[in-house]
């Protein structure tokens, strides 16, 4: 099923074709928090979006979500509030994808669900189309080999939400082409996004200091050491720690936190990098962060 376009409520004008913004068209894959978090900045810049999940009810949701990223990010500054947004297109196939400049992976952290989802649209999109795998953990070359052209495959890490934080880890496998970076580049820099390369290895570089560590944390509560609220304040107030390790963790939804450490255990044999019992629970128990209003901290639905 194909929709038509969604008007965001600050819609005026359509992107300046003589502008960054006005050469790029996007296709997002996944409506969950990334995906919702990349449409909006990509939107709130001007850059018309196709946004594809296989939920309907989800894309229901992802309209609202989108909506509350974009007017939050415009009060906050961190996107041009007079500027006209693009427009946004929901569907539940990749049929429409082919004439995107670019396609951005966001599904699940499971590498087969993702690999399957590049080999889908490496098959509809034009030779050359960079296919962006927004992915914390798996590594790109691995990815690359399901695609049709793995010198289009290349990795981004997008944080959390991507509106409020201006840089953005950028992976390139061993295949990945000269030409895709330079088109990642462009789109990056359309979104006003800095652009950090790196590598490709299990976890990068965020994700392999910063997960392990989120799993210490969880453990010290585990082990009975400190509350949660401790923890975190001696982290920020003693560490520099802009948010708390499991305040961050809530923000990246614990149970995609647990899919990240499992690739890294998988990949690495680290043991520090095997969930503690306290992240398995919370996942068991459906407290899985910000996006259902409790996690290591409760939370209240923004309006």
């Known amino acids: 099923m194909t929709r038509a376009p969604h008007t965001t409520p600050d819609t005026r004008a359509a992107a300046d074709p003589r502008s960054p913004a006005g050469n790029h068209r996007i296709a997002v894959l996944g409506a969950g928090v990334m995906g919702v978090g990349i449409t909006a900045l990509a939107l709130g810049h001007g850059v018309p979006v196709l946004l594809v999940d296989v939920d309907e009810e989800r894309l229901d949701r992802a309209k609202d979500d989108i909506d509350r990223e974009l007017r939050m990010a415009q009060l906050m500054g961190h996107l041009p509030a007079a500027a006209g947004t693009g427009a946004l297109e929901l569907a539940t196939t990749t049929e429409g994808v082919a004439d995107a400049t670019a396609v951005v992976e966001a599904i699940t952290e499971v590498a087969e669900l993702k690999a399957k989802a590049l080999a889908d649209v490496s098959a509809r999109v034009r030779p050359g189309t960079p296919l962006i795998s927004n992915t ?23 944080m959390n939400p991507p509106y409020l934080i201006p840089t953005v880890e950028v992976i390139r496998g061993a295949r990945t082409g000269e030409e895709t970076m330079t088109a990642v580049s462009g789109l990056l820099t359309a979104l006003a996004r800095h652009q950090v390369v790196v590598r490709d290895a299990p976890g990068f570089v965020t994700s ?7 799993n210490d944390a969880a453990r010290v509560v585990q082990e009975g050491t400190a509350t949660v609220e401790a923890v975190d304040a001696l982290m920020e107030g003693c560490l520099g720690h802009p948010t708390g390790p499991l305040r961050t ?55």
């Open 208 to 214: 392999r200091v910063l997960h392990p560590m989120i």
């Open 249 to 303: 963790a809530d923000l990246i939804g614990i149970d995609n936190l647990v899919d990240s450490l499992r690739v890294l255990h998988q990949h690495t044999g680290d043991e520090g990098c095997r969930p503690c019992d306290l992240l398995l629970d919370k996942v068991r128990q459906g407290e899985l962060g910000r996006k259902t209003g409790r996690g290591f901290y409760a939370y209240q639905e923004e309006n």
């Open 136 to 158: 914390s953990s798996i590594p790109i070359d691995e990815l690359a080999g399901h695609a049709e052209r793995a010198e289009d495959v290349v990795g981004t890490h997008f």
